[in-house]
């Protein structure tokens, strides 16, 4: 089980203080230990898709001019790579099962897979 986050990002360490016996999770500070190409393919594999992975309130997303193209699943890969801010955080893998991002529900269904 592994959780790919941001120990300087508030809602990361607010999420990761409601989940259960965290020290059963490898986690890892994708600022300090970047995510490699097969890690977000193993990603990609559980979600579905690089989209599902990609973060758009990245604060780089509209200076890059990102919000007027259309972007194909290598572009989302080749951006995630590049810049770690497009992960959306945090990343839980829990078994076949990978929760990508904040919100309520998402959260709600890690911390369930978590417990179990």
Known sequence: MKIYH????????????EIPDLDRFDLQ????????????DEMKKLAGSYEALFSR????FRP???????LSEEDYRKLILEEYTF?????????EQVFA????????????????
């Open 6 to 17: 941001l120990s300087t990002c508030s809602t990361c360490k607010r999420i990761l203080s």
């Open 57 to 60: 309130r990245s604060m780089k």
């Open 29 to 40: 500070d994708i600022k300090t230990e970047p995510i490699t190409p097969g890690q977000l």
């Open 101 to 116: 991002g904040n919100t309520k529900k998402v959260v709600e269904a890690m911390l369930e897979a978590a417990s179990s």
């Open 64 to 70: 890059m001019g990102l919000h007027e193209k259309v």
């Open 87 to 95: 992960l959306k955080r945090p990343v839980a893998v829990i078994g």
